[in-house]
């Protein structure tokens, strides 16, 4: 083992620790925290049942983006052998995306690419350390995974993330608390190509425009092989449908740490799936 992970785990240890602590007294919306291995909160597709309405307030849209028809394309899993052509296709097309980063062999592996998607000015947000369903995991091990990856990214760029994206799309009590407590707020989807099954360039190219809306969040995953050669159609289609791309940052304004984005409360939503994420 190097001495960057050695130093890396044991550092995130310690804070692991502390941020237990932490979130051992969050709570969610005023509720108190649910028992060990809660029902995780599973968001449907659309064809299923209707999406769970929370009575919040609207989405905290930027001034931009309550006035202009934005979209942001976010995605999962990388770094990995595709992510260098799609920050080639991105920087050529002057496109913004967010990355959800997953932290140990992905981040190890390419951490060239991870240094050029935030030098690119890319948003990179927390996808755990090896992407298990956080609602399956005690409460000790959510918050390993988050602090690592969060060490991880922060030695490698400078910046240290405020967005998580649960795998799986699937987040309870627990993982919120953790979030809370690390200044993430959870970002999950309301587009999709379901891309880990529909395998082919134009099929997800064509779903993601079909199923875009304003204030769109987009998943796809850069480690698929068909689904990066779509993103230069889906840029080409979605400008030409009025949309402006932009980075989960830039969509929301004031993000609040534990918060989850989108809302199903959205009218216009359709809610994510769970599944590769």
């Not at 400078?158 to 998580?164: E, I, K, N, Q």
Request: net charge positive; aromatic share 6%.
């Amino acid at each position: 083992m190097s001495a960057y992970r050695i130093s890396l785990r044991a550092g995130a240890a310690g804070l692991a620790a502390s941020v237990l602590l932490l979130c051992m007294g969050c709570v969610t919306d005023g509720a108190a925290p649910a028992a060990p291995r809660a029902a995780p909160v599973r968001h449907v597709h659309e064809g299923d049942e209707s999406p769970p309405r929370d009575g919040r307030a609207a989405l905290p849209y930027s001034p931009l983006c309550r006035t202009t028809k934005c979209i942001a394309l976010t995605f999962d899993d990388g770094p990995g052998p595709y992510t260098a052509q799609l920050l080639d296709i991105l920087g050529r097309e002057g496109v913004r995306a967010t990355f959800f980063l997953v932290g140990d062999k992905p981040v190890h592996t390419y951490p060239d690419l991870v240094r050029r998607i935030a030098a690119q000015g890319h948003a990179i947000g927390n996808h755990t350390w090896t992407h298990p369903v956080l609602t399956g995991l005690p409460e000790a091990e959510i918050v390993r995974q988050l602090t690592l990856t969060q060490s991880a990214l922060q030695q490698l760029t400078g910046v240290r993330p405020t967005l998580m994206r649960p795998p799986k799309g699937l987040t309870d009590a627990r993982v919120t608390g953790a979030a809370k407590a690390l200044g993430l707020a959870q970002i999950l989807w309301n587009v999709t190509a379901t891309d880990y099954h529909n395998t082919t360039t134009e099929l997800v190219r064509k779903l993601v425009l079909e199923r875009a809306r304003p204030g769109g969040v987009v998943l796809l995953h850069d480690v698929l092989k068909w689904t990066v050669p779509a993103v230069p159609g889906i840029i080409t289609g979605l400008r030409a449908a009025g949309y402006t791309l932009v980075t989960v940052p830039q969509l929301y304004e004031n993000m609040r740490p534990g918060e989850q984005y989108p809302l199903w409360a959205t009218p216009a939503a359709t809610p994510a799936k769970p599944g590769l994420g």
